[in-house]
């Protein structure tokens, strides 16, 4: 069911009412939501609602046993270790066997045939679980949380069985933590007329994004990056420039709705984006960019990976320095996808994060417009940061190490007939999102809009909504991020 | 999460490692404010529709949608019956001059031709009408396009014909809608705003680009409904040649009938009986150089074959199955033509009319 289609419409109508209705009785009001969301995961594929119970149920029992297993003694520490253990396996075996199983046979077999053995690859088209890799970090995320003490399990399967599958976030996250949404689940919402304002907004700005600005650029986007042999420089740049806006617009536009919807409710949902554009640096952008991945994939893997390594040297090693970021690189550029385009834009990212650690010795982390620095020198670095994004987002896009290379190397400004219509087309779907940005950056505040005069609101918002009527896409089109 | 304005200052309890990172300020709107942001832009996109809805009522750009409509008010002001009552397509719409055929078969004539992309819907409904307001008409012609009998109805078209909300399940046959259906077609009743935003884009463009075009009655008919146009399009019959013949070629294996034209027909033959009335269907006009075409002709006969089966079923269902052809510089497209081969076109059916009866 996608946010975009009237089915959506009709099903978060009736939920609405019903949550509504049921007023003070959130427990009632967990029932619901629950039944929601295994009626908005079962519509694409009731099947895989057992992926998603099974999940519940294991950490959920993991997590219990996990509170009522001493630490005091080394049998329980044992014993406590291999219930996390356990949880993990769980977890990622449904992850590795329904994303990943046919990549690593299929890289296994070319491994073999190039040391001179040949064989039939077992292939089996898995179906991909839509979400799947967002509700198994959250789950794991859980486990994990309660293993080392920084949070108490709960003794309500309602309750966790809402928080692994409240339905606004189910399929693309945010990826929540258990510690924000689980206090939210367990007690009464209040709905305050601030979230209500800000619930409106998120969800009108969510639309406009992805209706008439991904899905309108992703246009370009797809028709350059899928015949990009057939283009001139200019246009290659263009279509890199699109797919970027594609990806932020319909990425972003999914966490403003599922935030949106979710305040609506009385529910508070963690901030996935905080304008990428505007990064300074590699670090900056992924405070900025996707945050509740990369803040997941720094808690579980980034800090744990360093503290063992400092554990064993204390020295500001090379290894110290460069695997952490290189190995969370690389798990966010294979979370994304079972495809080497995907380790490459994550091993890329990596290494800009071991340069920027290793060259950078005045991080502008307070306040970069605050009189110490040159604005030339911000200006510089933020055109720098989005650049090298960029250079991300093209080997993200492309679809094999050929395409890379050959758009890299014949990126120019040599235009080509068709270079104007696709700047028009790009300028007249951006440009509304830009200045938005703009505004919203020099604001500082996300929630800006909301605070403009009363007339520039009110045509701000009706301007948004003209234009979802009259250059939406007629036919609901997927997120992109459905695919990871 | 969210945080206020107090802890976003310096010094503030909402103190950051990365200070400059924008964050969700709260703010505390009065109900009053909230109301005005939700219902305020609602408000004026409903006003805007509403503009948009009166200025296309007035105004249309869809020749295919104010054709419908058009003829559906002819039929409902119509201040008596007609003796020749003549349904179909586009291509019967610019073809069949009422005034002509008074005078070769006398009686009264009228023209109530809309499009093709309804299917049978039309006319069969058109033809309950007219029962139900004046009784039957003495006699029926309906004259399709040969590419129009196994078509299925684009159904979001039922949103254009003028009646009252739900009208199609007054008539036999009743349409099976689905939730879909039945949302498009309130969508394009009732919302241009989203329905006809390609209209809106051409209308903005004449905006800043010609706006002596803005206010312009844009389509007429003569008082027999017919439309009368004069300018042949030879560059386009000759592209439409090309599509038609692809057409007909992808239908080697077979023609039938779509399920909806065949119920429809199965209807005007069940009116034919019960109340006498005369039908005869026709072929449209048809381009010579795509009639030459022996794939063409090879589809066109089973059609007439079809036809000719139908029309066995009852005395009153005659089929006129000839072919009538006309030149390039007669015609808009493969099975248009322009008001002098229009002359001609209906004598020559009168004339097959008179020597049928």
Excluded at chain 1, 52 to 80: E, H, N, V, W
Excluded at chain 2, 301 to 307: C, F, N, R, W
Aim: contains cysteine.
């Amino acid at each position: 069911m996608l946010f975009n289609s009237l089915t959506f419409l009709f099903f978060f109508t009736a939920v609405y009412l019903l949550y509504m209705l049921l007023g003070r009785r959130y427990k009632l009001q967990n029932l619901l939501l629950l039944v929601a969301g295994y009626v908005f995961y079962g519509y694409w594929d009731w099947r895989f609602l057992s992926l998603i119970a099974i999940s519940t149920l294991t950490d959920f029992s993991i997590g219990r046993l996990l509170d009522i297993t001493s630490d005091q003694t080394p049998a329980g520490k044992q014993r406590r270790k291999l219930l996390l253990v356990c949880s993990i396996i769980v977890n990622l075996t449904f992850l590795g066997f329904f994303k990943y199983f046919d990549f690593f046979v299929t890289n296994f077999v070319a491994l073999l045939s190039l040391l001179g053995v040949t064989s039939d690859p077992l292939m089996l088209q898995i179906v991909l679980p839509v979400g799947i890799s967002f509700y198994t970090f959250q789950t794991m995320s859980y486990t994990i949380d309660v293993y080392r003490k920084r949070l108490k399990p709960t003794d309500s399967l309602l309750n966790f069985a809402v928080f692994v599958a409240f339905f606004p976030q189910l399929v693309a996250g945010p990826i929540e933590r258990a510690a924000n949404m689980l206090p939210q689940v367990e007690n009464r919402r209040y709905i305050t007329t601030e979230q209500l304002n800000a619930g409106f907004f998120l969800v009108l700005w969510g639309y406009f994004k992805k209706i008439v600005v991904a899905d309108n650029v992703g246009l370009i986007a797809d028709h350059i990056f899928n015949n990009y042999t057939h283009f001139a420089g200019l246009d290659i740049l263009i279509g890199v420039l699109a797919f970027s806006t594609q990806v932020y617009a319909d990425f972003s536009s999914y966490s403003d709705i599922a935030r949106g919807i979710s305040r609506l409710m009385g529910f508070e949902l963690l901030v996935n984006f905080r304008l990428p554009q505007f990064s300074l640096n590699p670090a900056d952008f992924w405070n900025r960019w996707h945050i509740s991945l990369s803040h997941w994939l720094r808690d579980y893997i980034f800090f744990p990976l360093r503290r063992v390594l400092l554990r064993r040297n204390r020295n500001a090693t090379v290894l110290n320095l460069a695997l952490p970021p290189m190995v969370t690189m690389l798990a966010s550029g294979l979370w994304h996808g079972p495809s080497w385009t995907f380790v490459l834009w994550g091993a890329f990212h990596g290494l800009l994060l071991i340069i920027y650690q290793r060259f950078e010795k005045h991080p502008m982390h307070q306040d970069p417009w605050g009189g110490k620095h040159s604005p030339v020198v911000v200006i510089a670095k933020m055109v720098l940061m989005f650049v090298l994004a960029h250079v991300g987002w093209l080997i993200f896009r492309s679809t094999s190490i050929h395409q890379i290379g050959y758009m890299i190397t014949h990126v120019s400004l040599i235009p080509s007939r068709y270079s104007l219509s696709f700047i028009a087309m790009l300028l007249s779907f951006a440009s509304p999102l830009v200045l938005v940005q703009i505004h919203q950056y020099v604001k500082r505040d996300l929630l800006a809009i909301i605070k403009l005069p009363i007339l520039l609101r009110l045509s701000s918002y009706s301007l948004m909504l003209v234009w979802i009527f009259v250059f939406g896409a007629r036919e609901p089109l997927e997120f992109i991020y459905f695919q990871f | 999460m969210t945080i206020t304005k107090a802890q976003n200052r310096p010094g503030g309890t909402g103190e950051r490692l990365y200070k400059q990172l924008p964050d969700e300020i709260a703010s505390s709107p009065s109900k009053r404010e909230v109301l005005f942001n939700v219902l305020g832009p609602l408000l004026v996109v409903f006003t805007i529709n509403l503009i948009v809805l009166g200025y296309l009522s007035r105004y249309p750009t869809n020749r295919g949608y104010w054709l419908m409509k058009r003829k559906w008010e002819i039929l409902q002001t119509m201040p008596a019956p007609a003796d020749w009552l003549i349904l179909g397509d586009s291509s019967g719409n610019q073809g069949m001059i009422p005034e002509k055929l008074q005078d070769e078969l006398g009686g009264t004539a009228v023209n109530l031709c809309t499009i093709g992309d309804i299917a049978l819907f039309d006319d069969v409904w058109m033809l309950e009408e007219h029962i139900e307001k004046f009784g039957p008409p003495k006699n029926v012609i309906i004259v399709h396009a040969y590419d129009v009998w196994p078509r299925q109805a684009i159904t979001v078209l039922f949103a254009k014909i003028p009646r009252p909300w739900g009208y199609w399940r007054e008539f036999t046959p009743a349409p099976k809608l689905s939730t879909r259906d039945h949302v498009n077609i309130f969508l394009a009743r009732y919302m241009p705003l989203y329905a006809e935003n390609a209209t809106l884009l051409k209308v903005l463009h004449w905006a800043t680009h010609s706006p002596q075009k803005l206010f312009k009655d844009r389509y007429h008919l003569e008082p027999g409904g017919y439309m009368k146009l004069m300018r042949a399009n030879p560059r386009y019959v000759e592209s439409d040649t090309r599509e038609q013949i692809k057409f007909v070629e992808n239908r080697k294996s077979g023609f039938s009938l779509s399920d909806i034209n065949q119920t429809s027909l199965e209807q005007i033959i069940a009116l034919s009986e019960q109340y006498h009335i005369n039908v005869f269907i026709a072929n449209s006009p048809i381009y010579e150089g795509l009639y030459e075409n022996k794939d063409f002709q090879a589809y066109f006969s089973k059609v007439q074959m079809e036809l000719d089966r139908f029309a066995e079923q009852s005395e009153y269902i005659h089929y006129l199955s000839t072919p009538f052809t006309f030149p390039i510089n007669q015609m808009q497209n493969t099975d248009h033509v322009i008001h002098s081969a229009a002359e001609e076109y209906t004598e020559m059916l009168a004339l097959e009319i008179a020597q049928t009866r």
